[in-house]
């Protein structure tokens, strides 16, 4: 079964930046839409980006210009370029496919505090 390996959070000041990563399968990334989702304890997970096969992207307007969703050219891996980080956007972050999704991974934490 396909699995996901989220990583690179990490602790940040406001206004820094942060890329993650989501390790998958290429059969994956190349053929289905793919995104990111963040949760805070206590709260539902929440969806902030998609990225589809032919490449167009779509983002919640909570990151809408301050985040990039994209992949590499193996399309193994999806990122989630983050700037202009705020104190909001402390979460655990995830990535799965937009429809039918997965089973979750681990997530990877972002904190971002002064």
């Known amino acids: 079964q396909v699995q996901l390996a989220e990583s690179g959070g990490g602790l940040v000041q406001p206004g820094g930046s942060l890329r993650l990563s989501c390790a998958t399968s290429k059969s994956l990334l190349s053929r289905t839409s793919m995104g990111w989702y963040r949760q805070v304890p206590g709260k539902q997970r929440q969806w902030i980006a998609t990225l589809t096969p032919s490449g167009n992207t779509f983002y919640s307007l909570l990151v809408k210009g301050r985040f990039t969703i994209s992949k590499d050219i193996a399309q193994t891996t999806l990122f989630l370029d983050m700037s202009e980080l705020k104190v909001e956007d402390t979460a655990v972050y995830y990535c799965?496919?937009?429809?039918?999704?997965?089973?979750w991974g681990q997530g990877t934490q972002v904190i971002v505090s002064p």
């Open positions: 799965n496919k937009v429809e039918d999704q997965l089973p």
